[in-house]
């Protein structure tokens, strides 16, 4: 029987009732961030905000939110739902990014900061690796298309912090 090879096996060190208290810190923090980016739009880029795809995004992503930590966090909160919970984060924070008029130069790029934070956190050092290397990619994706010194200077900078921070952060979980 061939053993199979589970690369992205998501396991989470915290027991149930950790894992409880987790959950509901983290539909804090979503909540927060969800309010922070539709404040931001507010505040300067209004035009954005009639954008249908931001719109359902934005709708989309409270919808889910709330799917998960009040429809299925009833039956199963998990170490595959947090790593879920850290893909769809990705998606949304580079979706609003992209669709910002800044893109990676927006104040809103330290909302991958909290992915990598919580992902350390509450997964393992693979999984965290990966996330970072997925906002990595992200990064590159919502960089300016312009070769210039400057806009590759700034977008090395920004992977150099992410990638120092998921280093740290799994350093600091370990112990």
């Not at 330290?110 to 290397?133: C, D, G, H, P, Q």
């Amino acid at each position: 029987m061939i053993k199979r090879l589970n690369l992205f096996k998501a396991e989470t060190h915290l027991n149930r009732d950790e894992l409880d208290g987790f959950r509901k810190i983290l539909f804090q923090i979503h909540l927060l961030m969800l309010v922070l980016v539709i404040f931001y739009f507010l505040l300067r880029d209004r035009n954005v905000l009639e954008t249908p795809a931001v719109l359902l995004t934005l709708v989309g992503f409270l919808l889910l939110i709330f799917s998960i930590h009040f429809l299925l966090a009833r039956f199963r909160y998990n170490d595959r739902t947090i790593f879920i919970e850290n893909a769809v984060l990705v998606a949304f924070i580079t979706l609003m990014l992209r669709y910002s008029s800044e893109g990676i130069y927006s104040p809103l790029i330290f909302l991958y900061s909290l992915v990598i934070i919580i992902s350390a956190m509450t997964l393992n050092e693979r999984i965290t690796i990966l996330k970072t290397l997925l906002i990595s990619v992200c990064c590159v994706y919502i960089s300016p298309i312009d070769f210039s010194v400057k806009a590759l200077t700034y977008t090395v900078i920004v992977l150099f912090h992410f990638w120092l921070l998921a280093y740290l952060s799994i350093r600091l979980t370990i112990y």
